[in-house]
Nanobody, 127 residues
Framework: QVQLVESGGGLVQAGGSLRLSCAAS????????MGWFRQAPGKEREFVAA???????????YYADSVKGRLTISRDNAKNTVYLQMNSLKPEDTAVYYC?????????????????WGQGTQVTVSS
């Protein structure tokens, strides 16, 4: 069982930055792929970014087209934490952001392929 707790959300002006954190319980964090998803009011939850488990060659990252170049996913296995650095934020980035863990080395853009979810953290970007 893996428990995920997100933090770091808040209110920021357009063009600003935030860093979300997701702390995971358990001893096998390094073997899980991790993902970030978001859900805006009245919309379905959508993929934001994912990172593979760390292998000998390092980790692979994947991004939704809408966030490429602005958001960066990373992980620190020593701290059992995955991060989402968000720069150049836009009002359309306003959403509840969820962290998810997948029992696989590979990341995925499909939420059904994730096994564990956090409770979410609110990000609001004002214009």
């Amino acid at each position: 069982q893996v428990q995920l707790v997100e933090s770091g959300g808040g209110l920021v002006q357009a063009g600003g930055s935030l860093r979300l954190s997701c702390a995971a319980s358990g001893r096998t964090f390094s073997s899980y792929a991790m993902g970030w998803f978001r859900q805006a009011p009245g919309k379905e939850r959508e993929f934001v970014a994912a990172i593979s488990a760390i292998m000998w060659s390092g980790s692979s990252t994947y991004y939704a087209d809408s966030v490429k170049g602005r958001l960066t996913i990373s992980r620190d296995n020593a701290k059992n934490t995955v991060y989402l650095q968000m720069n150049s934020l836009k009002p359309e980035d306003t959403a509840v952001y969820y962290c998810a863990a997948r029992r696989s080395y590979s990341g995925s853009a499909y939420e059904k392929e994730y096994n564990y979810w956090g409770q979410g953290t609110q990000v609001t970007v004002s214009s």
